[in-house]
């Protein structure tokens, strides 16, 4: 057993290295893939639950990988907060998702909301306020039309800070979203000390049910407590009618998800706008 176990070590630690150097090679690509301008946006429609029209959209980073094709962001977005690549990347992000916004509410000639991602990095960054005022002013977007996505974990990490600049971040207008709410720390209580305006309830927590609540309760509950917060509530991850019925009787606001849309090109997303106004 013994030298079975020290072969199978042996056997684990090519691919260990392999995995390490498989990283290392995206993290050489992902360097100059921003000058390269190999990134592109994304958006996916977020609906309105009440008369399912489309308010919102999120913008969601693609890479074009010149030999690999598409890379999920599931697999570079880690690398890039890790060698802190995520400060250029995110700031590109943030200026190319306010120049779009503007020119399709120009286009549409009605309001549209975008809503960016923002990795804790960035937030740590002294100067996020200020970029963030820098791209309204530059692109001149309505601030309400902004949106920005923040972890619950990069909420917690220095919460007297954070809470002066999400401050001063909403004094600017913008809107200030939890993404992926349920999956990380889960308290209500906290959000309290931030001027947070909507909470993006993660796929795991619509569907999660145990034998003394329902899936239904469960949401229901949270719902009614997010809105005596003054928040609004979009469920994401929505794949099913079910789900979308259960969400509207919940008196959840909005919902994203595949059932409706997946993210998509620029383009793309101006003709499903330019249709629904039409008819
Ligand atoms: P996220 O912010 O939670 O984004 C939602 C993810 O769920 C997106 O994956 C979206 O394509 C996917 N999704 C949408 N509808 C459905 C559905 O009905 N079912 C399922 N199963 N999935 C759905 P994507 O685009 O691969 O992005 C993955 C993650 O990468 C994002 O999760 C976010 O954490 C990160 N990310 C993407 N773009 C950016 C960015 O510009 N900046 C930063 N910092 N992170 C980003
Ligand atoms: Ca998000
Ligand atoms: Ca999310
Ligand atoms: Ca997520």
Known sequence: AKAAGRNRARFFEPEMAVATRERMTLETSLRPALARGEFELHYQPRIDLRDMSVLGMEALIRWNHPERGRVSPQQFIPIAEETGLIVQIGRWVLEEACVQTRRLIDELGRTICVSVNVSARQLAHQTFVDEVRQVLLDTG???????????????IDDIERTAHMLRELHE???????????????????????????????RSFVLQHDERISAFDFVKAFVDMA????MSVVAEGVETLDVVEFLRS???DEAQGYYFARPMPLGELRSLLANEACG
């Open 172 to 202: 600017l207008g913008v809107k200030l979203a939890v993404d992926d709410f349920g999956t990380g720390y889960s308290g209500l209580a906290y959000l309290r000390s931030f001027p947070i305006d909507v909470l993006k309830l993660d």
């Open 141 to 155: 977007l309505p601030p309400a039309c902004l949106e920005l996505e923040l972890t619950e974990s990069a909420l």
């Open 250 to 252: 919940a008196a959840c």
């Open 227 to 230: 809105h005596a917060l003054k």
